[in-house]
């Protein structure tokens, strides 16, 4: 309490707390709603949502929709659990790992630190497989263009992966997630756009009668070569949790719309053959400008949502290391630079070194893995249960005091359980669908994209 009350004390004047800082010492929040939900649509809409045709596929038009419904309003009401979760006993918490700290304590912190920073990692790798896919999705479809749609139109993925590392090498620099809000705009208006072109396509595809296709109400049947198991920080006023809520809402709504009508409409348009990404598995072939644009949207995404991702992961690292060696000045000193056209910024050495290793150490992963539809499936699966679930659940049990094998606690039981066996069953798929790619894949040469 001490050095709580010393460390306030540097930024408190008159009693008053300074305009750059909150009244616990820490730098001010300056999160809305419109931020907020941009963080959030920018982090889940993902480029995963153009694989949500070949998900449906799997599932069927009964399964699919439904399973797509339900975990949406799972994701809502764990959300608004993690926003009730922020204070405790009028004290902020910040991280997810101090949230997990303040209610429930013990091991349970390090096994939330595990999967949150686990997750964090393997998405930063994912999207530099992802992005790296639709860049070559553009020399791609230029080449089917000119030279016809049988045509090879080879392209390696690596060159593409070099330059989203570098692009990244320089906003990694940005020094924290405060000053990424605009980012996430961008990011989040690029979703949509890429988003709305898969969708319109799907409906141009249905309306211009390309053909039949098969479809089925329970999955892929026997025919198809796919087999089953492959199937912010915030200001205050308003208060936080009321803001969160708000941002989560408008959040998961927007995306399970987008879901819903790019799965359903890619499944009627593609069927049972749809590919796992219809813009850089060519579903489509015309107008190739349109793919070439949509495809451009989706790397300008992923650079802002890669950013998304590694800041709190770079937050972590560089907090513990200022603990660990306050009397270090390489960790420890901000130099004042300026930047043209950026005006003046924080220059740190430690963060200079570290950040920059993770980006290429990441990248290099990417290249020797560039997997994508299982890769990224694995990392839901791992990260789904835990992190969105599991710790949501228990904080609330905690915090609302819910007397054991109450009706309440019983049901939010049967949730939590239920949702660790759908995260296996789609784990022990991803594995599958992985290990079946290994098999085939030559390292560093150019692959055939999903």
């Known amino acids: 309490m001490a050095n709580e009350l010393?460390?306030?004390?540097?930024?408190?004047?008159?009693?008053?707390?300074?305009?750059?800082?909150?009244?616990?010492?820490?730098?001010?929040?300056?999160?809305?709603?419109?931020?907020?939900?941009?963080?959030?649509?920018?982090a889940v809409i993902g480029s995963g949502v153009l694989s949500l045709a070949w998900a449906i596929a799997q599932l069927g038009w009964v399964a699919g929709p439904a399973v797509l419904m339900a975990f949406s309003f799972i994701t809502y009401l764990t959300s608004t659990f993690l926003a009730d979760s922020y204070r405790h006993d009028a004290r902020r918490n910040y991280t997810y790992m101090d949230v997990v700290r303040s209610h429930l304590g013990g091991y349970k912190v390090q096994l939330c630190g595990l999967a949150q920073y686990g997750n964090l990692v393997g998405v930063t790798i994912g999207y530099t497989i992802t992005a790296s896919i639709s860049m070559v999705a553009v020399k791609r479809s230029n080449c089917f263009h000119k030279e016809g749609h049988n045509a090879e139109c080879s392209v390696s993925n690596y060159p593409f992966m070099a330059i989203f590392a570098g692009i990244q090498l320089i906003l990694s620099q940005i020094p924290n997630f405060h000053e990424l809000s605009w980012l996430s705009i961008v990011a989040a208006v690029m979703s949509f756009a890429y988003s709305s072109?898969?969708?319109?396509?799907?409906?141009?595809?249905?309306?211009?009668?390309?053909?039949?296709?098969?479809?089925s109400l329970?999955?892929?049947?026997?025919?198809?070569?796919?087999?089953?198991?492959?199937?912010?920080?915030?200001?205050?006023?308003?208060?936080?949790?009321?803001?969160?809520?708000?941002?989560?809402l408008i959040g998961v709504a927007t995306t399970t719309l987008f879901y819903v009508l790019c799965g359903c409409l890619g499944y009627a348009a593609f069927g049972n053959n749809a590919p796992g990404n219809f813009l850089t598995g060519f579903g489509f072939y015309e107008p190739f400008w349109l793919i070439d644009f949509a495809n451009v949207c989706i790397a300008v995404h992923l650079i802002g949502a890669y950013q998304v991702f590694a800041q709190p992961l770079f937050g972590f690292v560089e907090s513990r290391c200022r603990q660990k060696w306050p009397e270090s000045k390489t960790i420890t000193k901000e130099y004042a630079v300026r930047v043209p056209l950026c005006g003046v910024t924080n220059f740190n050495v430690f963060r200079l070194v570290w950040r920059s290793v993770y980006v290429i150490v990441t990248a290099v992963i990417a290249m020797i893995f560039p997997f994508f539809n299982h890769f990224l499936g694995l990392i839901g699966a791992a990260?789904?249960?835990?992190?969105?679930?599991?710790?949501?659940?228990?904080?609330?049990?905690?915090?609302?005091?819910?007397?054991?094998?109450?009706?309440?606690?019983?049901?939010?039981?049967?949730l939590s359980w239920a949702c660790l066996i759908v995260s296996l069953v789609a784990a022990a798929g991803s594995v599958r669908g992985l290990a079946d790619d290994v098999k085939t894949y030559k390292p560093f040469q150019s692959q055939a994209h999903e």
């Not at 799907?202 to 479809?215: D, F, N, R």
């Not at 026997?222 to 803001?243: A, C, F, I, R, Y």
Request: aromatic letters at 8%.
């Open 383 to 414: 990260s789904f249960y835990p992190l969105t679930v599991y710790f949501p659940i228990e904080m609330h049990i905690a915090q609302a005091k819910l007397p054991k094998y109450s009706s309440r606690w019983v049901w939010l039981k049967i």
């Open 197 to 215: 072109i898969g969708l319109a396509l799907s409906i141009a595809k249905l309306a211009g009668g390309g053909g039949h296709v098969e479809t």
């Open 6 to 42: 010393e460390k306030n004390s540097m930024y408190i004047e008159n009693g008053e707390a300074s305009k750059n800082f909150d009244d616990d010492g820490c730098s001010r929040r300056t999160g809305t709603v419109v931020t907020a939900s941009a963080h959030i649509i920018t």
């Open 218 to 248: 329970t999955g892929t049947i026997v025919g198809v070569d796919t087999s089953g198991s492959e199937k912010d920080t915030l200001k205050s006023p308003p208060p936080e949790n009321v803001v969160m809520k708000k941002a989560s």
